[in-house]
């Protein structure tokens, strides 16, 4: 494992409590995850709901990425990256559509994070992600998981071209990229995201397409 100051993350790991909706599916999902076949582990386990698979695995993603970026924080700053960028043919503006309306050009920390927060706060949000047996999904949860894992692979995307070294001599390349190639192979699984990226990312190890 990878030095990570004391366990320090970038943002707090958001936990699911026993007894709630998608404890037990929390519980399947690390439990297979953990016998090491990816392929295996983003398939939906037969007789379970698909937006409760998605949400299960966008809560595991937004852990793994915070964890990943929080040992980054000391080396990515807004000196450093003073733009949210994936080499100089991609770079990312923030907007949420509610608090920012027009994209807004920011450093790479500033923008994720407003990203992390505003996943977070989502997550939150009983309405868009039910926590009650039997309460149903909005019509616009797919739309919601999209754009959701579309900026946290920016993150992804981010710390591979532009921090990679730095990752490296903490050790924490192994784990980056199993976290990346089991991430690709989910987008790739459920076609959450479209199939293109930035040229540094695809040889990165998956036998998935990379998402923009």
């Avoid at 450093?80 to 043919?89: F, I, R, Y």
């Avoid at 939150?124 to 047996?133: I, K, N, S, T, Y």
Wanted: hydrophobic share 40%; aromatic share 12%.
């Amino acid at each position: 494992m990878f030095w990570t100051k004391g366990g320090a993350t970038f943002k707090p790991q958001k936990k699911v409590a026993p007894g709630t909706r998608r404890f037990e599916l929390h519980k399947q999902a690390a439990a297979t995850l953990g016998a090491g076949n990816l392929e295996e582990a983003v398939r939906l386990p037969a007789g379970e709901d698909l937006n409760d698979w998605l949400a299960v695995n966008v809560t595991d993603f937004y852990n793994e990425i915070s964890l990943l970026y929080g040992v980054l924080m000391d080396t990515c700053t807004p000196i450093s990256c003073p733009t949210m960028s994936a080499g100089p043919k991609f770079e990312y503006k923030w907007a949420d559509g509610v608090r920012i309306k027009k994209p807004v050009r920011c450093s790479a920390p500033k923008y994720i994070d407003y990203m992390m927060t505003w996943v977070q706060t989502t997550l939150d949000d009983e309405r868009l992600f039910p926590v009650r047996v039997g309460e149903p999904f909005p019509a616009n949860y797919r739309e919601v998981v999209r754009s959701m894992f579309k900026r946290l692979f920016r993150v992804y995307a981010h710390m591979y071209v532009n921090h990679f070294q730095a990752l490296q001599e903490m050790g924490a390349e192994p784990h980056l990229n199993t976290c990346f190639r089991h991430f690709i192979l989910f987008v790739a699984e459920f076609d959450l995201i479209e199939q293109q990226a930035p040229h540094s990312l695809s040889s990165r190890p998956t036998r998935a397409h990379t998402p923009p």
